[in-house]
């Protein structure tokens, strides 16, 4: 059974950093690549984030350029979202997720997590 369980998330005022992460079990953790998503009240599923399966290669979408970091450790089958700089308008409900093929302009990955609440106070 594939399990992707997000932690991390929380109440952060504007400015501030948090981390999120993700572990995985289930799968082959180091075959796959990893993608964070974000939802927010009343819009689509957008991409945030995403990573080659050795850590080699990475994507940011513009809004988050410069603030956000993925990193994976595949030791531990986990997959982190750095964040800096937090801005209202990141909140949001942040998923990750992993697929077999790195490709961070689409939006269906294999498996999906729960996700997490990031909510950022002005």
């Known amino acids: 059974q594939v399990k992707l369980v997000e932690s991390g998330g929380g109440l952060v005022q504007a400015g501030g950093s948090l981390r999120v992460s993700c572990a995985a079990s289930?799968?082959?953790?180091?075959?796959?690549?990893m993608g964070w998503f974000r939802q927010a009240p009343g819009k689509e599923r957008e991409s945030v984030a995403a990573?080659?399966?050795?850590?080699?290669?990475?994507y940011y979408a513009d809004s988050v350029k410069g603030r956000f970091t993925i990193s994976r450790d595949n030791a531990k089958n986990t997959v982190y979202l750095q964040m800096i700089s937090l801005k209202p308008e990141d909140t949001a409900v942040y998923y990750c997720?992993?697929?077999?093929?790195?490709?961070?302009?689409?939006?269906?990955?294999?498996?999906w997590g729960q996700g997490t609440q990031v909510t950022v106070s002005s």
């Open positions: 997720a992993a697929d077999r093929i790195y490709n961070p302009y689409v939006m269906k990955y294999d498996y």
């Open positions: 289930g799968i082959t953790f180091s075959r796959y690549a």
């Open positions: 990573v080659s399966w050795n850590g080699a290669t990475t």
